[in-house]
């Protein structure tokens, strides 16, 4: 029987925590706004590092991993390529006059487009978030969606990120910026695993997930090495090509 795989982070962490559990003990995971509902979904047994320094979403954030039993530390900082005091720029980008998101930057900017509020918040580097309590190598994932500023946090945790097995981060295809993240963490030894949960707007890609390997990881687990796997033949039940179920589904016009 051939098993669909999907491209969304769900079922990639779901074979990855099957695959080698062990290294998925731990998730550090950088800019969680209220939840992250895949890492909650696949991960509810482990401990959870949580980097969210906008004070508006502490409280439901807590309450939201308490109510699941999920184990964790809230680091309320923000993180970046320095230790210091940045501003963090909250913004309402649908128009809602709620919070959606929020920009590190060094100066305040009172005419940011959206802008709800200004918080001057600490930041420290990922490396010094860790380094009175280190996280043992290859036992923990990390993931990434901070609205821009993750070259900051990668060149602030070059040490934390090359011991993480999986490195899960955003990228922007408006921003062009996809290739550019990948190489920054191929440079730190990762290649990639999965790109997952693509986003769409007006019927063209906008965002995508990359699932980044540690290659020493992947060099001990012939599992993530499918063609060394299966000595290099094809076995035709486990090749799976495009999403032939959705072939069927109509689309029609974004903008009409």
């Not at 706004?33 to 979904?41: R, Y």
């Not at 964790?72 to 980008?93: E, P």
């Not at 930041?123 to 996280?135: I, K, M, V």
């Amino acid at each position: 029987m051939t098993v669909l795989r999907y491209p969304v982070l769900t079922q990639c962490l779901r074979l990855v925590r099957e695959i080698s559990p062990a290294a998925t003990r731990q998730i550090v995971d950088v800019g969680v706004q209220v939840k992250t509902d895949f890492l909650m979904e696949v991960f509810p047994d482990r401990h959870h590092h949580l980097f969210e320094p906008t004070t508006l979403y502490h409280p439901q954030l807590e309450k939201n991993y308490r109510d699941k039993g999920i184990d964790f530390t809230l680091h309320k900082i923000a993180l970046s390529d320095s230790d210091g005091v940045l501003y963090l720029h909250n913004t309402s980008n649908d128009g809602s006059g709620r919070v959606t998101h929020a920009q590190i930057r060094p100066e305040r900017d009172e005419g940011m487009q959206h802008l709800v509020k200004i918080e001057e918040v600490a930041t420290r580097r990922l490396d010094t978030a860790f380094a009175e309590n280190p996280l043992e190598d290859l036992s923990y994932i990390v993931k990434l969606d901070v609205d821009g500023v993750e070259e900051r946090i990668i060149a602030g945790g070059a040490a934390v990120l090359k011991g993480a097995s999986f490195i899960i981060i955003e990228t922007s295809i408006g921003r062009q910026d996809m290739c550019s993240r990948a190489a920054l963490l191929e440079k730190l030894g990762f290649r990639i695993f999965d790109i997952c949960d693509n986003a769409y707007y007006y019927g063209q890609l906008a965002l995508v997930d990359l699932v980044m390997i540690n290659n020493r990881l992947r060099n001990t687990e012939i599992k993530y090495r499918p063609w060394s796997y299966a000595d290099g033949k094809v076995h035709w039940p486990k090749w799976q090509h495009g999403f032939r179920d959705l072939e069927k589904v109509p689309f029609g016009n974004p903008y009409d």
